[in-house]
């Protein structure tokens, strides 16, 4: 069956550090894999989306590695703040799908 | 520009009542999508519409729920009669047209509670 899996511990890691989220899938064929940030009471946001024919993708802080092969997405945000503390949803769709599925999220907690 | 509105934000309502969720896409947006999470689950798709079309209605769990956007613009999604497992916050989302992997900008949610 499809599944997608994301650490659903809590990441917890100090300021400044890199905070590296995984999030692994089965039974897909992803056209392209997408990362949202959600906080307590709102709405998911996007931060980053990457293709299939796509091996890395940056945005600022933020760094997006996509392995077709191993069927993994890591995200990775480099000099964390306090404020970067949300839950991370790793989100995908299958080729000629509009369709997202979505992980379950892992909450990241950066400490000051 | 204003961003994907909903209403009600938050709902409380007795089994086997309906309630109708109300979603305002980014104007311009073809690309109209509900989710849903309810609790301890991940956010599931229920549809999508190009503007006034289902594209996708494969995630929609029955018959009690009715999804339409007459005019391509603002869509609603019915929950008729509502069960208590239909508690949960339903999302609304809109993109542009400018083919697959386009972003998708998310709503605030519907907070359903059904008692």
């Known amino acids: 069956s499809q599944k997608i899996e994301q650490n659903s511990e809590a990441l917890n890691i100090q300021e400044g550090k890199t905070a590296t989220l995984t999030c692994n899938y089965t039974?897909?064929?992803?056209?392209?894999l997408q990362w949202y940030r959600q906080d307590p009471g709102r709405g998911p946001v996007f931060l980053l989306l990457?293709?299939?024919?796509?091996k890395e993708k940056r945005k600022e802080r933020l760094k997006v590695t996509f392995d077709t092969t191993l069927k993994q997405s890591l995200f990775h945000i480099t000099a964390s703040q306090p404020a970067d503390s949300a839950t991370y949803l790793c989100?995908?769709?299958?080729?000629?799908?509009?369709?997202?599925?979505f992980g379950s999220g892992t909450r990241l907690q950066v400490q000051p | 520009e204003a961003g994907v509105t909903q209403f009600p934000s938050h709902s409380v309502i007795e089994k086997g009542q309906t309630v109708t969720l109300r979603c305002d896409p980014i104007?311009?947006?073809?690309?109209l999508y509900w989710y849903r999470r309810v609790m301890g689950k991940e956010i599931k798709f229920l549809l999508h519409f190009v503007k006034e079309s289902k594209q996708d209605e494969s995630g929609m769990p029955n018959n009690r729920f009715l999804a339409e956007r007459t005019g391509g613009t603002y869509s609603t999604l019915k929950v008729q009669p509502a069960e208590l497992e239909d508690s949960g916050v339903y999302f609304c989302?809109?993109?542009?047209?400018?083919?697959?992997?386009?972003?998708?900008?998310f709503g605030e949610g519907s907070w359903l509670t059904v008692v």
């Open positions: 039974n897909y064929s992803p056209a392209y």
């Open positions: 989302a809109s993109s542009g047209d400018r083919g697959s992997g386009n972003t998708i900008y």
């Open positions: 989100a995908l769709s299958d080729t000629g799908r509009r369709a997202l599925t």
């Open positions: 104007s311009g947006h073809d690309n």
């Open positions: 990457i293709r299939e024919n796509e």
